[in-house]
């Protein structure tokens, strides 16, 4: 079974340009999450997508967004880029049913952003 | 104060040793635990989940949770070079559904 698979692996972009980020969840799992990962922060929380719908957000300011496609497929937007966005951005799919029933969440391997 | 406390380490071992990392929370709500661990340009791998207090143990892995100290720690036995990596505490409550509170991340070193 494929895991979970973000492209693109490396970015580049510079202070005020957008960008988009890819996730192909596992197949058959419903649910996807996105966290920022930075030295300084660690791992944070951005949102999480189950059945196309948003089910929990982070405290993240709005510029940063996301969608799920009806395949599970997911995607995160940076708008108006800073340099403090740069970072490792990871996916995580899960079946859906949530942590509590013992769920895993696996991750991806991240997209890592650099803002210049 | 941030919600979950991690030691960044990093904590360098022989091979062989036992590896002790631990974690403290403030939430009292939190009820399931987590340990991952990350490998150099990875995402992180589950090695253990916890529900509420107690020990779980997989292997060489054993995981304690003391909920009343709101303490979580995870020990790993006989050591090796392949356990060099980032571990990460990670915790959650019901109503978080899968939005995980991670610590900062302990680096391990295990030398040969």
């Known amino acids: 079974k494929a895991g979970v698979t973000q492209t693109p692996r490396y970015l580049i972009k510079t202070r005020g340009q957008q960008v988009t980020l890819s996730c192909s969840p596992i197949s058959g799992h419903r649910s996807v999450s996105w966290y920022q990962q930075t030295p300084g922060q660690g791992l944070q929380f951005l949102f999480e997508?189950?059945?196309?719908?948003?089910?929990n957000k982070g405290n993240f300011p709005g510029r940063f967004s996301g969608r799920q496609f009806s395949n599970s497929r997911s995607e995160m937007n940076v708008s108006t880029l800073e340099l403090g966005d740069s970072a490792l951005y990871l996916c995580?799919?899960?079946?859906?049913?949530?942590?509590?029933?013992?769920?895993?969440?696996?991750f991806g391997s991240g997209t890592q952003l650099s803002v210049l | 104060q941030k919600e979950v406390e991690q030691d960044p380490g990093p904590l360098s071992v022989p091979e062989g040793a036992i590896v002790s990392l631990n974690c403290t929370y403030s939430n009292s709500a939190f009820q399931y635990f987590m340990w991952y661990r990350q490998y150099s340009r990875k995402g992180p791998e589950l090695l253990m989940y916890?529900?509420?207090?107690g020990n779980k143990e997989d292997g060489r892995f054993t995981a304690q949770v003391d909920k009343s100290s709101k303490y979580i720690s995870l020990f790993i036995r006989d050591s090796q070079p392949s356990d060099s990596a980032t571990y990460l505490c990670?915790?959650?409550?019901?109503?978080?559904?899968?939005?995980?509170?991670f610590g900062a991340g302990t680096i391990l070193r295990v030398k040969s």
């Open positions: 997508y189950f059945s196309e719908t948003q089910r």
């Open positions: 995580a799919s899960s079946p859906g049913q949530g942590i509590a029933t013992n769920e895993k969440l696996f």
């Open positions: 990670a915790m959650s409550f019901m109503e978080y559904g899968n939005k995980l509170v």
């Open positions: 916890t529900y509420s207090s």
